[in-house]
């Protein structure tokens, strides 16, 4: 079966510029989960998203949102980058409702955004 | 808000030594404890998770403790082998994590020499 999904891998911004993230997550699973992760430190929450309603959000600017679609995939959206936005960001799916005590998060393996 | 702490950031033992890996946590309402491992060029994989109802959990080589009173809990790898080399991230969460709003810690870098 295939895990969570994420594009693009890589990308490489310049400072003011916008990026869309994508993610699929594992097929089943209803909730969603953005996290940074700055090269050396652990996930940083951003948002979570179940049955395309936010659940949960970090302490982050407005200049981050995220969505979630009918078919359970998700975006993230990054406005007016900065060069300390330069970081690994991973989106987690989880079942959801019926299993959703587990607290199991599955991470994909993160697209890489490098701002300059 | 909750904050993680966890150390050492760098653990290099000797394959067939065991490992602990330790973390405390501030916010006494945290429930759920998990800890992540995450290979070079991967994202996070859960290994092993304690809920604040359990004292201790094993799964074969490896085990988590919980210290409500002091706020700390620990990973212990036993036999650790060479693919048990990575980096290992303690998290916790205040809702039994089905918010999916885990607090990690900043990781430990663990090496694992033949």
């Known amino acids: 079966d295939a895990g969570v999904t994420q594009s693009p891998t890589h990308l490489i911004k310049t400072r003011g510029q916008h990026v869309t993230l994508r993610c699929s997550p594992i097929?089943?699973?209803?909730?969603v989960s953005w996290y940074q992760q700055v090269l050396g430190q652990g996930p940083q929450f951003i948002f979570q998203?179940?049955?395309?309603?936010?659940?949960g959000r970090g302490n982050f600017p407005d200049r981050f949102s995220a969505r979630q679609f009918p078919n359970y995939s998700s975006e993230l959206n990054v406005n007016a980058l900065l060069l300390g936005d330069s970081a690994l960001y991973l989106c987690?799916?989880?079942?959801?409702?019926?299993?959703?005590?587990?607290?199991?998060?599955?991470f994909g393996e993160g697209s890489r955004l490098t701002v300059l | 808000g909750e904050n993680v702490e966890q150390h050492p950031s760098t653990l290099s033992v000797q394959e067939g030594d065991s490992a602990v890996i330790k973390c405390t946590y501030s916010?006494?309402?945290?429930?759920?404890f998990p800890w992540y491992k995450q290979e070079l060029g991967k994202g996070p994989q859960l290994i092993i998770d304690?809920?604040?109802?359990?004292g201790e959990k094993k799964d074969q080589r490896i085990a988590v403790t919980l210290n409500k009173t002091a706020k700390h809990f620990s990973l212990h790898i036993t036999e650790t082998q060479p693919e048990d080399s990575a980096v290992y991230f303690c998290a916790a969460s205040w809702n039994g994590g089905s918010q999916g709003n885990l607090i990690f810690g900043k990781g430990t870098k663990l090496s694992v020499k033949p």
């Open positions: 998203y179940y049955e395309k309603e936010e659940r």
């Open positions: 916010d006494s309402a945290s429930n759920y």
């Open positions: 304690i809920r604040s109802n359990v």
């Open positions: 097929s089943g699973h209803k909730s």
């Open positions: 987690a799916s989880s079942p959801g409702v019926g299993t959703w005590v587990t607290g199991e998060l599955f």
